[in-house]
C-alpha cells in the first residue's frame, strides 16, 4: 500500500478554516476507530499492531496448507502471465499481464519509494531481511485470495465481471446465516469505498499535485498560486475521467504501459546506485545479515527489527487485504487458479524485488541522512521523512535523480489513482446495486473528490480511511480460511493438467472451435 506524510495545503482563508473544521469534527472518530483497528500487541518493549499480525500469521498458515507454492509454483506463473495456457476466446475481460499490472498499480510506487526509507531509519539495514520474509509469505496470501476471486467471479452479459471478496466472502459465511452474511461482506464492501475515495483518491491527488509543484519552483512556481491547485485538480480529474470511463479494459492497457515502464526506470537507477558502489555490496549484505539477528542499538532489538520490516512489507503490498483480488477478478481465463498463479507475482515485484532494491541503494550508497536517521530515531524523535532519505542516496550518484524520484512519484501516484477508482466501483455496486445510473453516479463522486484532494488534505479522514481498510483484512483473511480446501482441490487439479500437458492443448482445442480457420 502506498502512504508517506501528508503535503501541507495552502492555508488560505475559508479553505483551510473548511479542512480544520471538517478534521475536527473526524478527528474523536478516526481516534478510536484507529486504536481499535491498530490495537496493539506489546512484546518486551516493543508495539505493533495487531493487523499486522494477523497478516503475517495467514501469510504463514497458508504457504504450509498449501506446500510452499509461492516457491514451487514459481516457473507456472511466469508461463501463465506469458499466456502460455490462455486461449483467446476465455472468458473475462483482460489478459493476465494486465490484471497483473493494474494490481500491481495500486500496491507498487509511493510506499516503496518514501516507506522502505523509514524502516532503513526505525530498523536499520536489518530490516530488510524480515521485509523480504513478509514478501514471500504475501504471496501465498494473494495466491489464496484471487484464486478465489476468480473463482467466484460474476460475468455480466455485457462482458464485464464483479469478483473479489464481494462474491466469495458470502459463500465463505453462508454457514453463519443470511444476516451475518450481509453484515460481514458489507462492512468490507463499506470500508473498501472509504479507502477508495479518500486514501486511493484523495491522498494520491494532493501528493500528485506537491510533488508537480516541487519540481516547478515550489511556492515562487507557477503552481504555487492559490488558484494553482484547484485548476490543477480539475485536469487530473479530466485526465482520470479519460482512463477510468473505459472501465476495467481502459485501466488496464494504461496501467500495462505505465507500471512497468516507471518501475524499469526505478529498479534500473537502484541497480545503477548498486554497481556504482559495488566495493561496498558484500559490506552492505554484511549489514542486512548482520542486523536482522543481532541488531546492536536498534530500538526493541531483534524482535523490533524483524517486526518493523514485517510492518512495512505488510503496509505495502496489500497481501491478504483482499483488494488485489478486485482486479485480478477480471482476467481471461477459464482455470481460476491460473490467477492465483499470477497474482504470486505482486509481492514478488512489490516486496521482494522493488523494495529490496530502494533498501540495498539507502545501504550502499551511505548517504549522511541515512545515519541521521537512525540517530534521529534513537533520540526518541520519530522517524525521518523516509522519501528524503532515498532520494538522498540516488543523489550520490545522480545529482539529478530526485527530479526524475519526483515525477515518478507522481505517475504511480496517478497509476494508483485510477486502480482504486475501480475497486471502490465494485464496493460501490455491491452496496447500490449495479446500473448504468449507478456507475455514472459513484465516477462523478470519485471524479469530484480527485479536485477536493488536490486542494484539501483532511488528515483525520485520511487516518479514518487507513484503518478502514485494514479491517478489510480480518473479514477477508476469515473468509479465505474457510475456502482454503476449494482453493487446493483447484491448485492440484491445475498442476495435475499441465503435468499431463492438457492446459496447453484445451486452450487451443477452444480457440480452434470458437475462431475456426475459414
Not at 473475462?92 to 494486465?98: L, S
Not at 522502505?116 to 531509519?121: E, I, L, N, W
Not at 524485488?353 to 530515531?377: F, Y
Request: with cysteine; hydrophobic share 55%.
Amino acid at each position: 500500500m502506498q502512504s508517506i506524510p501528508m503535503a501541507v495545503t495552502d492555508d488560505v482563508g475559508w479553505l483551510a478554516s473548511t479542512e480544520e473544521a471538517i478534521d475536527a469534527v473526524f478527528r474523536p472518530v478516526a481516534e478510536v476507530f484507529s486504536t481499535i483497528v491498530f490495537f496493539p500487541i506489546t512484546i518486551g518493549d516493543v508495539s505493533f499492531p495487531a493487523v499486522v499480525a494477523w497478516l503475517i500469521a495467514a501469510g504463514v498458515i497458508i504457504s504450509i496448507y498449501l506446500g510452499l507454492i509461492q516457491f514451487r509454483g514459481l516457473k507456472v506463473s511466469y508461463e501463465v502471465v506469458r499466456g502460455r495456457y490462455s486461449a483467446h476466446h476465455d472468458p473475462g475481460e483482460v489478459p493476465h499481464f494486465h490484471a497483473l499490472t493494474s494490481a500491481l498499480s495500486g500496491t507498487v510506487g509511493l510506499g516503496n519509494i518514501a516507506g522502505v526509507g523509514a524502516a532503513m531509519a526505525l530498523g536499520g539495514p536489518g530490516a530488510t531481511f524480515w521485509m523480504i520474509l513478509a514478501g514471500l509469505l504475501g504471496m501465498a496470501s494473494k495466491f489464496a485470495e484471487c484464486t478465489l476471486g476468480v473463482k467466484y467471479r460474476q460475468i455480466h452479459e455485457d462482458g464485464t465481471v464483479t469478483g473479489g471478496p464481494f462474491k466469495y466472502l458470502p459463500v465463505a459465511f453462508h454457514k453463519f446465516g443470511k444476516w451475518p452474511v450481509k453484515i460481514l461482506t458489507g462492512i468490507f464492501a463499506v470500508s473498501i469505498l472509504i479507502f477508495a475515495v479518500a486514501g486511493g483518491n484523495m491522498f494520491q491527488a494532493n501528493q500528485t499535485f506537491a510533488q508537480m509543484r516541487n519540481v516547478t519552483g515550489g511556492d515562487e512556481g507557477f503552481l504555487g498560486s492559490a488558484g494553482a491547485a484547484l485548476i490543477f485538480g480539475l485536469i487530473l480529474a479530466a485526465l482520470v475521467a479519460a482512463v477510468i470511463l473505459g472501465g476495467m479494459k481502459s485501466i488496464g492497457a494504461t496501467t500495462s504501459k505505465l507500471v512497468p515502464a516507471m518501475a524499469a526506470v526505478y529498479v534500473l537507477a537502484c541497480l545503477f546506485v548498486i554497481f556504482v558502489n559495488i566495493g561496498q555490496v558484500p559490506a552492505a549484505f554484511n549489514a542486512i545479515i548482520t542486523g536482522a539477528f543481532n541488531p546492536s542499538g536498534m530500538a526493541g532489538g531483534l524482535v523490533g527489527v524483524m517486526i518493523v520490516g514485517f510492518q512495512r512489507a505488510a503496509f505495502s503490498n496489500e497481501a491478504g487485504l483482499g483488494s488485489a483480488a478486485i482486479a485480478h477478478s477480471t482476467v481471461k481465463t477459464r482455470r481460476p487458479v491460473s490467477e492465483g498463479f499470477v497474482a504470486m507475482f505482486e509481492p514478488l515485484v512489490d516486496t521482494v524485488i522493488i523494495c529490496t532494491m530502494t533498501a540495498l541503494a539507502i545501504v550502499i550508497a551511505g548517504a549522511p541522512s541515512l545515519q541521521a536517521g537512525i540517530d534521529q530515531v534513537q533520540a526518541g524523535e520519530g522517524a525521518p521523512d523516509g522519501v528524503i532519505l532515498t532520494s538522498d542516496a540516488f543523489a550520490t550518484v545522480l545529482p539529478w535523480f530526485p527530479v526524475v524520484l519526483a515525477i515518478a512519484v507522481t505517475l504511480f501516484a496517478f497509476s494508483t489513482l485510477i486502480t482504486w477508482s475501480y475497486y471502490g466501483l465494485k464496493a460501490w455496486e455491491y452496496l447500490f446495486g449495479r446500473s448504468k445510473a449507478s456507475e455514472i453516479s459513484y465516477k462523478f463522486v470519485f471524479l469530484f473528490f480527485t479536485v477536493v484532494g488536490t486542494v484539501l488534505t483532511f488528515g483525520q479522514v485520511l487516518n479514518f480511511a487507513d484503518a478502514a481498510l485494514f479491517i478489510c483484512a480480518f473479514i477477508n483473511l476469515l473468509g479465505v480460511y474457510m475456502l482454503l480446501p476449494v482453493i487446493k482441490r483447484e491448485m492440484k487439479a491445475y498442476l495435475a493438467e499441465r503435468k499431463r500437458g492438457d492446459l496447453h492443448k484445451l486452450g487451443a482445442e477452444i480457440d480452434e472451435v470458437e475462431s475456426p480457420r475459414s
